[in-house]
């Protein structure tokens, strides 16, 4: 199965960047589309009328990475983020954690994901 996770913007200002790509790539059978591109949320710049149009259109290369990576299940940190992704791609991303605790759960996902493999049993002494 295929996430699209999105990169914030303030994640990489406060140099925490890939966090949550790397821990989503522990969840075994799922391979992650990063798309590092800005949605143009701004806070609450978007949410004004004036400014909406053009947080959309500067948002555009994020909003076509998220589609072109034709995942069922996007993720973002972000949820000011979310919002403008759901509003261009018709799919509501999800937080990473939400992805990680879904990923376990029989019907978490469209596509269920493989349970880790056990670790050997050590022999009893």
Known sequence: MTI???V???LKAQG??????DMLRQIPD?????VEA??????TW???KEFFELSMKWGEKAFAGLRDAGA??????CPLAAVQIEQTTGVRPIHPVEVLARAYEPDGFPDPVAPPPEAPKKAST
């Open 30 to 34: 799922v391979e992650i589309e990063t």
């Open 38 to 43: 800005c949605t143009a949320h701004d806070g």
């Open 16 to 21: 925490i960047c890939f966090r949550s790509r």
């Open 46 to 48: 978007a949410m004004k």
């Open 8 to 10: 914030p913007c303030h």
């Open 4 to 6: 699209a996770y999105h």
């Open 72 to 77: 069922k299940i996007m993720a973002t940190d």
